[in-house]
């Protein structure tokens, strides 16, 4: 067990929906990262926020967006879903207090299945 | 952008066999760091590497930090079932002020039956 949880597990939606994908980093991680991974393929890296604040930005599609909340959870919404938008959604948070915002090491929480029909 | 070359992209070898696995790239990194992912479960840490030329062992998994900074390697001696899944290389640089990981596209590790 990383720490890291994600939720809802599995998430099954139509064309066109929009949905939240929730994170809660690791106790005291203050970087919360996002990552797509489609089937057999690698992570593509989304977006990273720290402490609140967006600090990295990758393949974030425009029709997707992210946020922290001061209790340094993430949710990442994705709207106007397409069937190309089904996969899984990591998040991962790293970050030791004190040891400024590098990404050092990031663990990963279990994913949430994205399935678009 | 920056990348990170991993090989092979897939591996198909007999239980009780050497793998090993590499990460090349034209950026200098100053940690490396190698994932394991199984099946529909989020990738988990294997090894860390902080200095350049450092070789760090995890059990039956090795990996080292290249002395150009610029590569990593993973060997897994005497594989067994249980080794099958997809190995991820990553390598973090400083960008822009912030720290960031650069991923490989991940070793498929299939272990023949």
């Known amino acids: 067990d990383s720490g890291v949880t994600q939720t809802p597990k599995h998430l099954i939606t139509a064309t066109g929906q929009r949905v939240t994908l929730r994170c809660s980093p690791r106790s005291g991680d203050l970087s919360v990262y996002w990552y797509q991974q489609s089937l057999d393929q690698g992570l593509q890296f989304l977006i990273q926020y720290y402490n609140g604040e967006e600090r990295a930005k990758g393949n974030i599609l425009e029709r997707f967006s992210a946020q922290q909340f001061p209790d340094l959870h993430s949710e990442l919404n994705l709207s106007s879903l397409e069937l190309g938008d089904s996969a899984l959604y990591f998040c991962?948070?790293?970050?030791?207090?004190?040891?400024?915002?590098?990404?050092?090491?990031?663990?990963f929480g279990p994913g949430t299945r994205l399935t678009v029909l | 952008g920056q990348q990170l070359n991993q090989s092979p992209q897939s591996m198909f070898i007999q239980e009780g066999e050497d793998v090993s696995m590499n990460c090349t790239s034209s950026?200098?990194?100053?940690?490396w760091l190698w994932y394991k992912q199984e099946p529909g479960e989020g990738p988990v840490l294997l090894i860390a590497l902080y200095k350049a030329g450092e070789l760090t062992s995890n059990g039956r998994l090795t990996a080292q930090f290249g002395i150009t900074r610029k590569d990593s390697f993973l060997n897994i001696s005497a594989s067994i079932p249980s080794d099958v899944g997809i190995y991820f290389c990553?390598?973090?640089?400083?960008?822009?002020?912030?720290?960031?990981?650069?991923w490989g596209a991940g070793t498929k590790l299939i272990i023949k039956p």
């Open positions: 950026s200098i990194f100053n940690t």
């Open positions: 990553a390598g973090q640089l400083l960008l822009a002020s912030n720290y960031q990981l650069i």
């Open positions: 991962a948070s790293s970050g030791v207090p004190g040891r400024g915002v590098s990404t050092d090491t990031q663990y």
